[in-house]
């Protein structure tokens, strides 16, 4: 019995054995992921969205880069890569067949930008695609859980005009001289277009306009404006490219047969007027200007196949809208008894107006190129809450500053009464909103902005009443503000409230900690970065409004951890391109007005700021896998570096660290973005194949910063000189920018941390430098074992520090200012170049940083550093791969981290005291001891 009991044991032992490898191997053969999120160039689109989006996903390129998600099954699952992926793309949304592309079964573990490879689409055709992946063990895991989808370009397909069925460029007016300057400041009302057109709406099956005008435009269908976009289209060099929308508009023609399209022009950068900025740029001599036209092409398709068009030409009726003036700078002047109701439909008599003129200056613009940046649109409501009333005078407050535009709604009021608002950022003392930090080009004087110019160049809107109840905004301006002062008729105003406005990217990034003061200056961050997005990256939404390079140099990695910046920056380094120089050098400003301090001749800007062009080049491969650029503007940054060769004298004599406290070290920072740039041109030269040029920019690179620690570094001391005169002057810039740029001789090392430290200690733990160098001191701090230092630095309350900006005796920040110390007259209130202090955030004190030698976000750095007073940080970063984050939490003398990558991405973890170790996909937790005090 005994031996049959252990037989039977046995027996049961072995089936239970089996049935577990069965089990195991079922499990191993069963993929554990999921392809989701297609995107087609970097936006994720849907068979569903094509159908109901008013904007929808149009491709110029006969080559889209097709991208994925993949997302687990079980959440359990770790280590999920993928192995081989197959793409179909079909001309029917049910994929009865794969006329267009099947890719078969293609080894590669890629999932980001895959270039569609397939038969051409059709101009006006949709594609619809799928992808079906497989794991690491080569199991299939299916097709993906949505069908994505795009439309090929329309009629100005890859920029190309001069069809006969092509759109007209027109304009309200014949060609006349030129306007004097004075002239240019008397009301001009803007344009209004409109022509009625018949179609079958009951064989209707899709409709789209393809519309573009310039300075902006918007247009409307029976009465009703067409999308949620403003301020369109995104600015560029319009002697280069001009951008062009696609809406859908099949649901409004389904509904009848008679339809009018409408178009109303505003002046936007096309037609500034002519202020003398700082008393003596005038930025009309160096943009592309005229007076605003616009083309479109409405396209209908019917059921039987075939296609009407509805094109814009001379036979279009214009008249003028009640928009008596618009400038981006002064703001407009509206007249609501001009209005013409209804001025938009079918049952509209515009036999009073004029017929539409083609426009000749249509014939230098540049090419037009279908728009992929997302638009510009309201960003929530903010209400404006009334602080006081007096002497016949309101002032609101929205609680923040913002850049965007009002709803003010009106009721009664005497007709031909008006009501004004001041915009600014700061009130004087006695509750009287003060717009100085905000005025147009520092012109605060009669003369000074130019002949006939206001002598102080406010942001004011005014309205004219009629009786009437009705709401208004500012349809082609914006303003910088938070305070609104209304003056005139006040008590006709019902209420205002006010909506941030910005390209519509994603928000990708989340930080958050147990300090609330660090939080406040992640929150800083941030809402200066909203601000600042009007298709370029300004360096304040008021006074200038410009797309300085330094700044965005300066802040470009804040932008690119808190939003998805992919085609916004993609956008940013065409504008670089296109405002390029004769000798390769680049412009201070892109688009060019004409701006060039301390640069490289030949108009080109100074070194800090033509930088910015191969670091976001660099930036985009390594955090979004986009080498589409990277191609298309390879011969741009060789004609840049080509001229960086030449060693210019102006590299060493540049603007340094702009807005810095501490003397500064022009020829040491010089050099340091020179080695910035060969570095960047290195990384994107190897990532071309281009395995020559990388060898000999990296040696470049590795020259210079040989040449940089001979001139300037004090081999005893750890010190580095600043250059221009100062020997040792020992600054923040000066030791960090080294030790960033990890170019300080390993033996020097400590005694350069030694020396950064003694600067800082010399400040009393304060920041001394500017806008380039917040980063570079942080972040060398923090990988040098000095984050409590880094932190201490940041929690600083009094001047200057981020927390005397926000609390101090005259106004609390909400966005970050120009200068580290208060301005109520010269500086902007909302500048984005003192936003570098996320970057510690997510790297240092989350802990969760881009790895240096990532390809497409491929891998992270997971280094945690806690810090006094510091009980938890978490971080995540919605990346083209998928959603990776961290959390962290401190309790007595352990530290508990628990981390989230996403399939197809794989972390180095480094913590204190333990061996570094990679791990791929999957939830994970670890734990560490506190270093010692």
């Known amino acids: 019995e005994l031996l049959s009991s252990v037989k039977m044991a046995t027996v049961t032992l072995l089936c239970f054995a089996f049935l577990a490898m069965c089990a195991s191997h079922v499990r191993a053969t069963e993929c554990q992921m999921l392809a989701t999120r297609l995107s087609v160039e970097y936006r994720h689109f849907t068979s569903s969205d094509l159908a109901e989006a008013v904007r929808p996903v149009v491709v110029e390129t006969h080559a889209p880069r097709l991208g994925w998600w993949l997302v687990p099954t079980d959440p359990e699952a770790q280590n999920l890569t993928q192995s081989a992926y197959q793409i179909q793309v079909s001309s029917y949304a049910d994929f009865r067949v794969a006329d267009l592309w099947n890719s078969g079964k293609v080894l590669s573990s890629n999932s980001v930008a895959v270039p569609y490879q397939g038969r051409n689409v059709s101009a006006f055709s949709a594609a619809f695609w799928r992808v079906h992946v497989w794991d690491a063990q080569d199991n299939p895991c299916g097709w993906s859980n949505e069908t994505g989808a795009w439309e090929a370009s329309g009629p100005w397909a890859q920029g190309q005009q001069g069809s006969d069925d092509l759109a007209t460029w027109i304009t309200a007016r014949p060609p006349a001289p030129p306007p004097t300057d004075c002239e240019q400041y008397n009301d001009h009302p803007a344009p209004r277009f409109r022509t009625l057109f018949a179609v079958d709406a009951s064989r209707v099956t899709r409709a789209r306009v393809y519309v573009t005008g310039l300075g902006y435009y918007e247009l409307a269908l029976d009465g009703a404006k067409v999308g949620d976009a403003f301020l369109d289209p995104a600015w560029t060099s319009y002697n280069q490219s001009v951008e062009y929308a696609v809406y859908n508009v099949t649901q409004a023609l389904m509904a009848g047969n008679r339809h009018v399209i409408g178009v109303t022009l505003g002046n936007g950068w096309f037609n500034l007027l002519p202020l003398r900025m700082w008393g003596s740029r005038n930025f009309r001599e160096a943009l592309a200007h005229g007076e605003p036209l616009f083309a479109l092409q409405l396209r209908v398709w019917y059921t039987n196949g075939s296609t009407v068009t509805f094109s814009s030409n001379e036979s279009w009726r214009t008249g003028p809208s009640p928009t008596l003036r618009n400038s981006i700078y002064l703001g407009e002047k509206f007249d609501i008894r001009a209005e013409q109701k209804d001025w938009a439909t079918v049952a509209f008599n515009d036999s009073t107006w004029s017929t539409s003129h083609t426009a000749p200056r249509a014939a230098t613009l540049g090419r037009l190129r279908a728009q992929v940046l997302p638009p510009i649109r309201r960003q929530g409501a903010r209400p404006g809450k009334l602080l006081h009333e007096v002497g016949g005078q309101r002032v609101y407050d929205v609680g923040q500053n913002i850049a965007g535009h009002c709803d003010v709604c009106f009721a009664g ?207 985009l491969a390594r955090y979004h896998g986009n080498n589409h650029i990277a191609e298309e503007s390879y011969e741009s940054l060789k004609d840049f570096m080509a001229l960086l060769d030449q060693r210019p004298a102006a590299i060493e004599t540049g603007l340094g660290d702009w807005m810095a406290l501490e003397p500064k070290a022009l020829a040491l920072t010089g050099l340091g973005f020179l080695v910035l740039d060969y570095r960047a041109f290195a990384n994107i030269s190897r990532a071309l194949g281009q395995e020559e040029s990388a060898r000999k920019y990296d040696l470049a690179a590795q020259s210079v910063a040989d040449e940089i620690n001979r001139r300037f570094l004090d081999q005893n001391s750890g010190v580095y000189a600043g250059g221009g005169g100062s020997a040792f002057n020992n600054t923040q810039c000066g030791q960090a920018l080294p030790l960033f740029l990890q170019i300080a001789p390993p033996a020097v090392v400590t005694r350069v941390i030694a020396s950064l430290a003694t600067s800082i200690l010399q400040s009393k733990t304060h920041l001394q430098v500017g806008g380039f160098a917040i980063k570079w001191v942080l972040q060398a701090l923090a990988d040098n074992g000095l984050e409590d230092t880094a932190a201490a630095m940041l929690l600083q309350t009094d001047y200057p520090s981020f927390g005397y900006m926000m609390s101090n005796p005259y106004c609390n920040a909400t966005t970050a200012w120009e200068s580290w110390f208060f301005s109520d007259s010269t500086y902007s209130h909302n500048h984005p170049m003192f936003t570098s202090a996320d970057p510690y955030f997510y790297h240092s004190l989350a802990g969760l940083q881009v790895h240096p030698d990532a390809n497409a976000f491929d891998r992270v750095i997971v280094r945690p550093r806690p810090v006094p007073g510091v009980t938890s940080a978490s971080a995540s970063l919605a990346t083209v791969r998928g959603p990776v984050s961290i959390s962290w939490t401190s309790a007595g003398k352990r530290v508990v981290v628990s981390l989230s990558v996403p399939p197809n991405m794989h972390a180095l973890v480094v913590l204190p005291g333990q061996a570094q170790q990679t791990v791929g996909s999957g939830d994970y937790q670890f734990s560490f001891a506190l270093p010692a005090p």
């Not at 490289?600 to 033509?610: K, L, V």
Request: with cysteine; proline share 5%; glycine share 12%.
């Open 413 to 619: 009021g005497t007709p031909g009464s008006s009501v004004s608002l001041l915009y600014g950022e700061l009130l004087y003392a006695n509750g009287n909103v003060n717009g100085m930090t905000s005025v147009a080009g520092q012109i605060k004087s009669p003369g000074a902005g130019g002949p006939c110019a206001p002598s102080v160049a406010y942001q004011t809107d005014t309205i004219t009443l009629d009786g009437s109840t009705f709401c208004w905004h500012p349809s082609f301006s914006w303003h910088g503000f938070r305070f609104i002062q209304v003056s005139g008729q006040v008590n006709a105003v019902q209420n205002i409230t006010c909506y941030p406005l910005r390209s519509d990217v994603a928000s990708t990034g989340t930080f958050s900690s147990s300090s609330s003061f660090l939080n406040a200056i992640h929150d800083l961050d941030r809402a200066t970065a909203e601000a600042n997005m009007m298709s370029v990256q300004s360096d304040c939404p008021h006074r200038e409004r410009l797309g300085y390079g330094g700044d965005a140099l300066m802040s470009g990695e804040s932008f690119l951890l808190n939003f998805d910046m992919t085609l916004f920056y993609e956008k940013r380094v065409r504008d670089y391109v296109e405002a390029q120089r004769a000798n390769g050098g680049y412009t201070e400003t892109a688009p060019f007005v004409g701006i060039s301090d301390a640069g490289m001749g030949g108009d080109s800007g100074p070194i800090g700021w033509q930088s910015v062009t191969p670091v976001l080049v660099d930036w």
